[in-house]
């Protein structure tokens, strides 16, 4: 067992995560094919999705809101709203601006009973890869288990939050199952691979309470 840093991003191998990112910096070439407002998304994302963000948009580092900063037109476009200026302008793009968007990965919920809804999964996934990954925690120690390929099958988190994560792999080296013991949930995810080109094909996720 080897011992981890506070906070410290943790790679589990392979090329798996939960979400795909696009960073768009705006430059003159940018805006000649652009009309200031509306963004093609390099990832098709599923529009209307209640309780939850299934893409999250931010301009210049400021978070932009569903419905407010943003407007879903279809799957690869939204509109931006950035307000106005001080003649009551829209306010538009210019050069270097920066607008990064992160879409989830849409899962499939097998569920039954009393437990918590899709969008209450998706919630807790989130809020568990920001608490390790992206500071979600003032105070995280983390350790570590490994298998001998050097693949992580454990992770043991404590501190502000007590996480336990736990892996198996596939025999092309990617993640195979992920289950989370955090807040008296048991949150199980399988990934299934097309084994001859190494893609993902279908994430899903069980939760037991």
Known sequence: ?????KMTLHRYGGSLQDWKEQLIIVDDAYLTSSDGFNITLKY???MGVKGTDVIEVFFNGQR???????MEIDDITIQLNLGIDEEGNPILLEP???IFIRFYENHYYNHGGNIPSATDITNILKTVEEIINYGGASNLDMTYEYNNEGQIIREVSAGDYDIVREFTWNSIKELETETIYFQKRIIQKTYTYDLASARLTRTSVRVIV
Request: glycine share 28%.
């Open 64 to 70: 932009l809101s569903r419905g407010g900063g943003y």
């Open 96 to 98: 270097e601006d920066e």
């Open 1 to 5: 067992m080897a011992g981890g840093t």
């Open 44 to 46: 098709p994302y599923e």
